[in-house]
Protein backbone atom coordinates (compact mmCIF):
# COMPACT_ATOMS: atom_id res chain seq x y z
CA UNK A 1 0.00 0.00 0.00
CA UNK A 2 2.51 2.50 1.15
CA UNK A 3 4.77 1.72 -1.28
CA UNK A 4 1.93 1.75 -4.46
CA UNK A 5 1.24 5.51 -3.53
CA UNK A 6 3.50 7.94 -5.23
CA UNK A 7 3.50 5.85 -8.23
CA UNK A 8 -0.14 6.33 -8.43
CA UNK A 9 -0.31 10.31 -7.89
CA UNK A 10 2.92 10.39 -10.63
CA UNK A 11 0.44 8.87 -13.40
CA UNK A 12 -2.31 10.72 -12.22
CA UNK A 13 -0.48 14.35 -12.08
CA UNK A 14 0.08 13.82 -15.81
CA UNK A 15 -3.34 12.59 -16.41
CA UNK A 16 -4.86 15.76 -14.82
CA UNK A 17 -2.85 17.44 -16.65
CA UNK A 18 -4.12 16.30 -20.02
CA UNK A 19 -7.44 16.72 -18.74
CA UNK A 20 -7.31 20.34 -18.04
CA UNK A 21 -6.15 20.42 -21.38
CA UNK A 22 -2.52 21.60 -20.18
CA UNK A 23 0.74 21.14 -21.22
CA UNK A 24 -0.36 21.28 -24.99
CA UNK A 25 0.84 22.92 -28.27
CA UNK A 26 -1.84 23.62 -29.95
CA UNK A 27 -3.90 25.52 -27.27
CA UNK A 28 -1.01 27.73 -26.16
CA UNK A 29 -1.17 25.87 -23.09
CA UNK A 30 2.21 24.13 -23.43
CA UNK A 31 3.64 25.99 -20.46
CA UNK A 32 0.86 25.06 -17.87
CA UNK A 33 1.03 22.04 -15.47
CA UNK A 34 0.09 20.52 -12.54
CA UNK A 35 1.80 20.25 -9.68
CA UNK A 36 2.14 16.78 -7.32
CA UNK A 37 -0.15 18.64 -4.96
CA UNK A 38 -2.87 19.69 -7.64
CA UNK A 39 -1.97 23.93 -7.89
CA UNK A 40 -1.68 25.03 -11.39
CA UNK A 41 1.67 25.99 -12.59
CA UNK A 42 3.23 27.85 -15.24
CA UNK A 43 6.80 26.57 -16.27
CA UNK A 44 9.26 29.13 -17.74
CA UNK A 45 12.42 27.14 -18.84
CA UNK A 46 13.30 25.10 -16.12
CA UNK A 47 12.05 27.29 -13.49
CA UNK A 48 8.36 27.15 -12.10
CA UNK A 49 5.74 29.81 -10.97
CA UNK A 50 2.89 28.14 -8.67
CA UNK A 51 0.10 30.69 -9.12
CA UNK A 52 -1.44 30.09 -5.46
CA UNK A 53 2.02 31.65 -4.39
CA UNK A 54 0.95 34.63 -6.42
CA UNK A 55 -2.50 34.14 -4.80
CA UNK A 56 -1.80 33.80 -1.40
CA UNK A 57 0.79 36.91 -1.70
CA UNK A 58 -1.55 39.37 -3.73
CA UNK A 59 -4.83 38.50 -3.32
CA UNK A 60 -7.49 38.81 -5.68
CA UNK A 61 -8.89 39.35 -8.28
CA UNK A 62 -5.84 39.46 -10.59
CA UNK A 63 -4.49 39.21 -13.60
CA UNK A 64 -0.49 37.41 -14.30
CA UNK A 65 0.73 38.59 -17.55
CA UNK A 66 3.94 36.18 -18.71
CA UNK A 67 6.49 38.23 -20.95
CA UNK A 68 8.20 35.36 -21.99
CA UNK A 69 5.35 33.62 -23.79
CA UNK A 70 4.37 37.18 -25.62
CA UNK A 71 8.16 37.04 -26.79
CA UNK A 72 8.27 33.58 -28.30
CA UNK A 73 5.17 34.05 -29.92
CA UNK A 74 6.70 37.52 -31.52
CA UNK A 75 9.63 35.92 -32.28
CA UNK A 76 8.51 32.74 -33.56
CA UNK A 77 6.05 34.25 -35.81
CA UNK A 78 8.82 36.40 -36.92
CA UNK A 79 10.99 33.63 -38.11
CA UNK A 80 8.54 31.72 -39.83
CA UNK A 81 8.00 34.65 -41.94
CA UNK A 82 11.40 35.35 -42.82
CA UNK A 83 12.25 31.70 -43.38
CA UNK A 84 9.85 31.39 -45.56
CA UNK A 85 10.67 34.70 -47.82
CA UNK A 86 14.49 32.91 -47.84
CA UNK A 87 13.13 29.22 -48.61
CA UNK A 88 10.60 30.50 -51.39
CA UNK A 89 13.05 33.28 -52.41
CA UNK A 90 10.66 36.12 -51.60
CA UNK A 91 11.61 39.85 -52.26
CA UNK A 92 9.94 41.51 -50.34
CA UNK A 93 10.12 42.28 -46.22
CA UNK A 94 7.89 40.91 -43.49
CA UNK A 95 7.28 43.26 -40.53
CA UNK A 96 5.11 42.71 -37.51
CA UNK A 97 2.81 45.82 -36.21
CA UNK A 98 2.67 44.65 -32.09
CA UNK A 99 -1.75 46.42 -32.00
CA UNK A 100 -1.13 48.86 -29.35
CA UNK A 101 -5.16 48.12 -29.06
CA UNK A 102 -5.28 44.92 -27.94
CA UNK A 103 -3.20 45.52 -24.80
CA UNK A 104 -1.75 49.16 -24.01
CA UNK A 105 -0.03 48.08 -20.86
CA UNK A 106 3.55 48.96 -20.81
CA UNK A 107 5.23 45.58 -19.91
CA UNK A 108 2.96 44.23 -22.93
CA UNK A 109 4.04 46.88 -25.51
CA UNK A 110 7.70 47.04 -24.03
CA UNK A 111 7.89 43.24 -24.50
CA UNK A 112 6.97 42.89 -27.88
CA UNK A 113 8.87 46.11 -29.11
CA UNK A 114 12.43 44.97 -27.39
CA UNK A 115 11.25 41.66 -29.39
CA UNK A 116 11.23 43.46 -32.52
CA UNK A 117 8.08 44.63 -33.28
CA UNK A 118 6.42 48.11 -35.12
CA UNK A 119 3.39 49.34 -33.62
CA UNK A 120 -0.28 49.86 -34.69
CA UNK A 121 -1.75 52.74 -33.23
CA UNK A 122 -5.55 52.77 -33.17
CA UNK A 123 -6.22 56.39 -31.48
CA UNK A 124 -4.57 59.95 -30.69
CA UNK A 125 -4.22 58.72 -27.21
CA UNK A 126 -2.11 55.51 -28.15
CA UNK A 127 -0.12 57.74 -30.16
CA UNK A 128 0.99 60.02 -26.89
CA UNK A 129 2.46 57.06 -25.28
CA UNK A 130 4.35 56.32 -28.57
CA UNK A 131 5.38 60.18 -28.45
CA UNK A 132 6.82 59.46 -24.74
CA UNK A 133 8.50 56.59 -25.13
CA UNK A 134 9.96 58.12 -28.09
CA UNK A 135 10.77 61.07 -25.62
CA UNK A 136 12.45 58.55 -23.10
CA UNK A 137 14.60 57.33 -25.90
CA UNK A 138 13.08 54.04 -24.99
CA UNK A 139 13.65 52.96 -28.82
CA UNK A 140 15.19 53.68 -31.83
CA UNK A 141 14.00 55.32 -34.99
CA UNK A 142 13.89 52.40 -37.17
CA UNK A 143 10.43 51.94 -35.34
CA UNK A 144 7.51 52.20 -37.41
CA UNK A 145 4.44 53.13 -36.13
CA UNK A 146 0.71 52.97 -38.44
CA UNK A 147 -2.20 55.15 -37.30
CA UNK A 148 -5.76 53.58 -37.77
CA UNK A 149 -8.87 55.30 -36.19
CA UNK A 150 -10.60 58.72 -37.01
CA UNK A 151 -7.71 61.41 -38.07
CA UNK A 152 -8.68 64.70 -35.68
CA UNK A 153 -6.92 67.50 -35.97
CA UNK A 154 -5.09 66.53 -32.59
CA UNK A 155 -4.11 63.47 -34.01
CA UNK A 156 -2.92 64.62 -37.05
CA UNK A 157 -0.67 67.44 -35.26
CA UNK A 158 0.98 64.21 -33.08
CA UNK A 159 1.45 62.67 -36.06
CA UNK A 160 3.02 65.52 -37.85
CA UNK A 161 5.39 65.80 -34.69
CA UNK A 162 6.63 62.44 -34.26
CA UNK A 163 7.39 62.54 -37.97
CA UNK A 164 9.60 65.72 -37.61
CA UNK A 165 11.05 63.73 -34.52
CA UNK A 166 12.54 61.46 -37.45
CA UNK A 167 9.99 58.27 -36.55
CA UNK A 168 8.06 56.67 -39.26
CA UNK A 169 5.16 57.25 -38.86
CA UNK A 170 2.18 56.20 -41.27
CA UNK A 171 -1.05 57.93 -41.01
CA UNK A 172 -3.79 54.88 -42.96
CA UNK A 173 -5.83 57.02 -44.88
CA UNK A 174 -9.92 56.09 -44.60
CA UNK A 175 -11.80 58.25 -46.31
CA UNK A 176 -12.19 61.23 -48.27
CA UNK A 177 -12.27 63.55 -45.62
CA UNK A 178 -8.96 62.34 -44.33
CA UNK A 179 -7.63 62.56 -47.90
CA UNK A 180 -8.13 65.94 -48.02
CA UNK A 181 -6.64 66.72 -44.67
CA UNK A 182 -3.11 64.83 -45.02
CA UNK A 183 -3.47 65.84 -48.90
CA UNK A 184 -0.11 68.34 -47.44
CA UNK A 185 1.48 65.54 -45.29
CA UNK A 186 4.95 64.89 -45.96
CA UNK A 187 5.58 61.49 -45.15
CA UNK A 188 4.47 57.55 -46.33
CA UNK A 189 0.81 57.53 -46.71
CA UNK A 190 -1.38 54.22 -46.21
CA UNK A 191 -4.62 53.63 -47.38
CA UNK A 192 -7.68 51.62 -46.07
CA UNK A 193 -9.86 49.27 -48.59
CA UNK A 194 -13.05 47.83 -47.42
CA UNK A 195 -12.27 44.81 -49.74
CA UNK A 196 -15.43 42.95 -51.11
CA UNK A 197 -14.72 39.49 -50.08
CA UNK A 198 -16.34 37.62 -47.88
CA UNK A 199 -14.63 35.39 -44.77
CA UNK A 200 -16.07 32.81 -42.61
CA UNK A 201 -15.62 34.12 -38.86
CA UNK A 202 -16.62 36.09 -36.57
CA UNK A 203 -17.38 40.10 -38.31
CA UNK A 204 -18.71 38.90 -41.72
CA UNK A 205 -20.33 41.98 -41.42
CA UNK A 206 -22.41 43.11 -45.10
CA UNK A 207 -21.30 46.54 -44.52
CA UNK A 208 -18.61 48.29 -43.38
CA UNK A 209 -17.68 51.39 -41.86
CA UNK A 210 -14.04 51.05 -42.35
CA UNK A 211 -12.05 52.51 -45.65
CA UNK A 212 -12.47 53.41 -49.16
CA UNK A 213 -14.76 50.79 -51.27
CA UNK A 214 -12.30 49.56 -54.27
CA UNK A 215 -14.40 51.28 -56.77
CA UNK A 216 -14.08 54.79 -54.63
CA UNK A 217 -10.36 53.73 -54.19
CA UNK A 218 -9.22 53.33 -58.21
CA UNK A 219 -10.95 56.66 -58.76
CA UNK A 220 -8.99 59.02 -56.55
CA UNK A 221 -5.66 58.10 -58.47
CA UNK A 222 -2.62 59.51 -57.61
CA UNK A 223 -2.53 60.29 -53.70
CA UNK A 224 0.38 61.99 -52.49
CA UNK A 225 3.78 59.91 -50.85
CA UNK A 226 1.01 56.68 -50.77
CA UNK A 227 3.41 53.22 -49.58
CA UNK A 228 0.81 50.84 -47.96
CA UNK A 229 -2.00 49.16 -48.96
CA UNK A 230 -3.66 48.21 -45.84
CA UNK A 231 -7.27 46.05 -44.81
CA UNK A 232 -8.28 44.44 -42.12
CA UNK A 233 -11.01 41.97 -42.75
CA UNK A 234 -12.20 40.39 -39.20
CA UNK A 235 -11.32 38.80 -36.02
CA UNK A 236 -10.99 35.31 -34.71
CA UNK A 237 -10.41 34.16 -38.33
CA UNK A 238 -10.06 30.02 -37.79
CA UNK A 239 -9.30 28.79 -41.74
CA UNK A 240 -6.76 29.30 -44.02
CA UNK A 241 -8.82 30.76 -46.81
CA UNK A 242 -9.66 33.43 -44.69
CA UNK A 243 -6.25 35.45 -45.13
CA UNK A 244 -5.88 34.12 -48.43
CA UNK A 245 -8.92 35.06 -50.29
CA UNK A 246 -8.11 38.35 -48.89
CA UNK A 247 -5.16 38.90 -50.08
CA UNK A 248 -5.44 37.35 -53.48
CA UNK A 249 -8.06 40.00 -53.82
CA UNK A 250 -5.54 42.99 -52.81
CA UNK A 251 -3.15 42.36 -55.45
CA UNK A 252 -5.02 43.08 -58.32
CA UNK A 253 -6.13 46.52 -56.91
CA UNK A 254 -2.72 47.25 -55.77
CA UNK A 255 -1.26 46.27 -59.29
CA UNK A 256 -3.81 48.74 -60.25
CA UNK A 257 -2.88 51.68 -57.54
CA UNK A 258 1.03 50.87 -58.06
CA UNK A 259 0.44 52.46 -61.63
CA UNK A 260 -0.36 55.68 -60.89
CA UNK A 261 1.18 55.40 -57.37
CA UNK A 262 4.56 54.24 -58.45
CA UNK A 263 6.33 54.13 -54.33
CA UNK A 264 3.20 51.93 -53.26
CA UNK A 265 5.19 49.26 -52.15
CA UNK A 266 3.66 47.32 -49.34
CA UNK A 267 0.22 45.76 -48.77
CA UNK A 268 -0.94 45.47 -45.01
CA UNK A 269 -3.13 42.59 -44.43
CA UNK A 270 -4.72 43.47 -40.98
CA UNK A 271 -5.17 42.01 -38.12
CA UNK A 272 -7.62 38.16 -37.06
CA UNK A 273 -5.35 35.24 -36.64
CA UNK A 274 -7.62 33.21 -34.16
CA UNK A 275 -7.04 31.95 -30.69
CA UNK A 276 -8.43 28.44 -29.44
CA UNK A 277 -9.86 29.70 -26.38
CA UNK A 278 -12.36 27.10 -26.21
CA UNK A 279 -9.64 24.33 -26.76
CA UNK A 280 -12.07 21.82 -27.83
CA UNK A 281 -10.37 21.31 -31.60
CA UNK A 282 -7.34 22.20 -33.37
CA UNK A 283 -7.29 25.51 -35.17
CA UNK A 284 -4.98 26.15 -38.61
CA UNK A 285 -0.85 25.76 -38.58
CA UNK A 286 0.78 29.19 -38.77
CA UNK A 287 3.12 27.62 -40.32
CA UNK A 288 1.36 26.21 -42.81
CA UNK A 289 -0.79 29.64 -43.10
CA UNK A 290 2.80 31.71 -43.50
CA UNK A 291 4.02 29.35 -46.42
CA UNK A 292 0.41 29.89 -48.52
CA UNK A 293 0.71 33.78 -47.81
CA UNK A 294 4.18 34.37 -49.29
CA UNK A 295 3.68 31.40 -52.40
CA UNK A 296 0.17 33.81 -52.83
CA UNK A 297 2.03 36.59 -52.84
CA UNK A 298 4.53 35.41 -55.01
CA UNK A 299 1.98 34.22 -57.34
CA UNK A 300 0.41 37.16 -57.93
CA UNK A 301 2.93 39.24 -57.89
CA UNK A 302 4.67 37.33 -61.12
CA UNK A 303 1.24 37.01 -62.55
CA UNK A 304 0.90 41.00 -62.50
CA UNK A 305 3.99 41.78 -63.41
CA UNK A 306 4.79 43.36 -60.42
CA UNK A 307 7.68 43.41 -57.81
CA UNK A 308 6.96 41.44 -54.55
CA UNK A 309 5.36 44.01 -52.11
CA UNK A 310 6.48 43.82 -48.81
CA UNK A 311 3.96 42.53 -46.17
CA UNK A 312 2.80 43.49 -42.99
CA UNK A 313 0.81 41.63 -40.41
CA UNK A 314 -1.30 43.34 -37.61
CA UNK A 315 -2.53 40.33 -35.52
CA UNK A 316 -3.68 41.56 -32.37
CA UNK A 317 -4.97 38.89 -30.14
CA UNK A 318 -3.06 36.09 -31.77
CA UNK A 319 0.15 37.64 -29.66
CA UNK A 320 -1.45 38.84 -26.36
CA UNK A 321 -4.25 36.70 -25.13
CA UNK A 322 -2.54 33.82 -24.61
CA UNK A 323 0.02 35.56 -22.90
CA UNK A 324 -2.08 36.48 -19.31
CA UNK A 325 -4.24 34.58 -17.16
CA UNK A 326 -7.00 35.88 -14.73
CA UNK A 327 -8.01 34.66 -10.92
CA UNK A 328 -10.48 34.90 -9.21
CA UNK A 329 -12.15 33.19 -5.75
CA UNK A 330 -14.69 31.55 -5.98
CA UNK A 331 -17.07 33.11 -3.05
CA UNK A 332 -19.41 30.59 -2.66
CA UNK A 333 -21.79 28.26 -4.25
CA UNK A 334 -25.53 27.99 -4.93
CA UNK A 335 -28.16 25.41 -6.03
CA UNK A 336 -29.41 26.04 -9.63
CA UNK A 337 -33.51 25.93 -9.53
CA UNK A 338 -34.57 23.41 -12.46
CA UNK A 339 -30.85 22.27 -13.04
CA UNK A 340 -29.68 19.72 -10.03
CA UNK A 341 -26.68 18.55 -11.72
CA UNK A 342 -25.04 22.51 -12.18
CA UNK A 343 -24.49 24.75 -9.52
CA UNK A 344 -23.78 28.36 -9.44
CA UNK A 345 -20.36 29.30 -8.23
CA UNK A 346 -19.38 32.82 -6.93
CA UNK A 347 -16.64 34.34 -8.25
CA UNK A 348 -15.23 37.69 -6.92
CA UNK A 349 -14.70 38.95 -10.48
CA UNK A 350 -17.30 39.64 -12.95
CA UNK A 351 -17.48 38.94 -17.34
CA UNK A 352 -19.20 42.28 -17.08
CA UNK A 353 -16.51 44.24 -15.80
CA UNK A 354 -13.44 42.04 -16.07
CA UNK A 355 -14.29 39.30 -19.09
CA UNK A 356 -16.10 41.74 -20.86
CA UNK A 357 -15.98 40.29 -23.58
CA UNK A 358 -18.36 37.17 -22.48
CA UNK A 359 -21.38 39.23 -23.20
CA UNK A 360 -20.51 41.84 -25.14
CA UNK A 361 -18.44 42.65 -28.67
CA UNK A 362 -17.38 39.27 -29.45
CA UNK A 363 -19.91 36.63 -26.99
CA UNK A 364 -16.46 34.73 -26.14
CA UNK A 365 -16.17 31.55 -24.44
CA UNK A 366 -13.22 31.03 -22.07
CA UNK A 367 -11.08 27.77 -21.08
CA UNK A 368 -11.21 27.45 -17.26
CA UNK A 369 -9.33 25.53 -14.50
CA UNK A 370 -8.87 26.21 -10.84
CA UNK A 371 -5.70 27.07 -9.77
CA UNK A 372 -5.37 24.68 -6.92
CA UNK A 373 -7.10 21.03 -6.19
CA UNK A 374 -6.52 20.08 -9.95
CA UNK A 375 -6.02 16.63 -8.59
CA UNK A 376 -9.48 15.71 -7.03
CA UNK A 377 -11.40 13.29 -8.51
CA UNK A 378 -14.51 15.12 -7.05
CA UNK A 379 -15.74 17.27 -9.91
CA UNK A 380 -18.98 20.00 -10.09
CA UNK A 381 -20.55 21.48 -13.52
CA UNK A 382 -21.16 24.45 -12.76
CA UNK A 383 -22.36 28.06 -14.23
CA UNK A 384 -20.06 31.09 -12.73
CA UNK A 385 -21.63 33.99 -11.49
CA UNK A 386 -20.06 37.45 -11.02
CA UNK A 387 -20.05 40.07 -8.43
CA UNK A 388 -22.42 42.24 -9.83
CA UNK A 389 -26.25 42.65 -9.60
CA UNK A 390 -26.53 41.92 -13.55
CA UNK A 391 -28.22 39.46 -14.03
CA UNK A 392 -26.40 38.67 -17.36
CA UNK A 393 -23.07 39.07 -15.29
CA UNK A 394 -22.99 34.97 -15.91
CA UNK A 395 -20.90 32.40 -17.65
CA UNK A 396 -22.97 29.38 -18.41
CA UNK A 397 -20.78 28.36 -21.58
CA UNK A 398 -24.14 28.88 -23.51
CA UNK A 399 -26.16 26.81 -21.68
CA UNK A 400 -23.52 23.89 -21.30
CA UNK A 401 -21.48 24.09 -17.91
CA UNK A 402 -18.08 24.49 -16.61
CA UNK A 403 -16.13 21.65 -14.61
CA UNK A 404 -14.12 22.79 -11.96
CA UNK A 405 -13.47 20.51 -8.18
CA UNK A 406 -16.16 20.34 -6.05
CA UNK A 407 -16.59 22.37 -2.79
CA UNK A 408 -16.08 19.90 0.08
CA UNK A 409 -15.27 20.20 3.83
CA UNK A 410 -11.60 19.69 2.29
CA UNK A 411 -11.78 22.05 -0.51
CA UNK A 412 -13.19 25.02 0.57
CA UNK A 413 -10.40 27.94 -0.76
CA UNK A 414 -11.07 27.63 -4.75
CA UNK A 415 -9.83 29.99 -6.95
CA UNK A 416 -10.68 29.84 -10.77
CA UNK A 417 -8.51 30.28 -13.81
CA UNK A 418 -9.26 32.20 -16.97
CA UNK A 419 -6.91 31.58 -19.81
CA UNK A 420 -6.11 33.88 -22.82
CA UNK A 421 -7.44 37.07 -21.00
CA UNK A 422 -4.36 39.40 -22.28
CA UNK A 423 -5.94 41.21 -25.35
CA UNK A 424 -9.10 43.66 -24.82
CA UNK A 425 -10.22 42.82 -22.07
CA UNK A 426 -8.68 45.53 -19.30
CA UNK A 427 -9.75 48.30 -21.85
CA UNK A 428 -13.10 46.95 -22.19
CA UNK A 429 -13.19 46.42 -18.70
CA UNK A 430 -15.30 48.84 -16.18
CA UNK A 431 -16.26 49.51 -12.74
CA UNK A 432 -20.05 48.10 -12.76
CA UNK A 433 -21.11 48.16 -9.09
CA UNK A 434 -17.98 50.07 -8.48
CA UNK A 435 -16.20 46.66 -8.45
CA UNK A 436 -12.69 47.54 -8.60
CA UNK A 437 -10.48 45.86 -11.87
CA UNK A 438 -7.57 43.44 -11.01
CA UNK A 439 -4.25 43.60 -10.11
CA UNK A 440 -1.27 42.90 -12.40
CA UNK A 441 1.23 40.81 -11.89
CA UNK A 442 4.28 40.37 -14.11
CA UNK A 443 6.17 37.03 -14.00
CA UNK A 444 9.56 36.90 -15.57
CA UNK A 445 13.28 35.47 -15.28
CA UNK A 446 12.03 33.72 -11.89
CA UNK A 447 10.88 37.05 -10.68
CA UNK A 448 7.41 38.11 -9.47
CA UNK A 449 6.37 41.59 -9.21
CA UNK A 450 3.47 43.83 -9.25
CA UNK A 451 2.59 45.63 -12.00
CA UNK A 452 -0.71 47.75 -11.33
CA UNK A 453 -2.26 47.33 -7.75
CA UNK A 454 -5.92 46.58 -7.35
CA UNK A 455 -7.92 49.55 -7.55
CA UNK A 456 -9.14 50.68 -3.94
CA UNK A 457 -12.65 51.98 -3.08
CA UNK A 458 -10.78 55.14 -2.27
CA UNK A 459 -9.09 55.23 -6.23
CA UNK A 460 -12.85 54.02 -7.78
CA UNK A 461 -14.67 57.16 -5.46
CA UNK A 462 -12.08 59.63 -7.10
CA UNK A 463 -12.94 58.68 -10.97
CA UNK A 464 -16.33 59.62 -9.65
CA UNK A 465 -15.50 62.65 -7.84
CA UNK A 466 -15.55 61.62 -4.26
CA UNK A 467 -12.22 63.40 -3.35
CA UNK A 468 -12.84 63.28 0.28
CA UNK A 469 -12.40 67.34 0.48
CA UNK A 470 -16.83 67.48 0.02
CA UNK A 471 -18.78 66.78 2.88
C1 LIG B 1 -8.31 45.47 -34.16
C2 LIG B 1 -7.41 45.58 -35.29
C3 LIG B 1 -6.37 44.65 -35.47
C4 LIG B 1 -6.17 43.45 -34.57
O1 LIG B 1 -7.21 42.53 -34.65
P1 LIG B 1 -7.11 41.09 -33.93
O2 LIG B 1 -8.41 40.44 -34.18
O3 LIG B 1 -6.85 41.33 -32.48
O4 LIG B 1 -5.97 40.37 -34.57
C5 LIG B 1 -5.49 44.86 -36.52
N1 LIG B 1 -5.65 45.90 -37.39
C6 LIG B 1 -6.65 46.79 -37.25
C7 LIG B 1 -6.78 47.90 -38.23
C8 LIG B 1 -7.57 46.66 -36.22
O5 LIG B 1 -8.58 47.52 -36.10
Not at 23 to 38: A, L, R
Not at 59 to 88: H, Q
Not at 125 to 130: A, D, K, R, S
Amino acid sequence: MVKKKPKKRKKSTKNWRNFWRLGMDEFNTQYFDVSQNGDLVVKEGHYQYNIMDIVRKYGTSTEVFFPYILENRVRDLMEFFNAYIKILNYKGKFFYHYVMKSNQNRDFVLTAIAEGANIEVSSANELFLVKRMLEQDKFNRKLRVTCNGPKTNQYISLIEELRDKGLIVIPIIENAEELEKLKKFRGEVGVRVNLDVKVDSHWDKKYNHFGFDEVELLKIGKIRNLSMLHYHISTQNEKIEGFIKPLKRAFPLYAKLKETNPNLDTINFGGGMAVPYEKRKKLLSVKNLVSQMIKTAKKESERLGIKHPNLVCEWGSYFTAPSQISIFKVLGEKHIAKKADTKWYFIDGSFICNLTDTWSVVRRKWHFTSANHLNTKRLQKVWLAGSTCDADDRYTASGNYVLLPKLTEDISDLYVVAFDTGSYQYTLSNNHCLLSKPAMIVCQNGEIKLSRKRQTADDLGKIFGWNGDHK
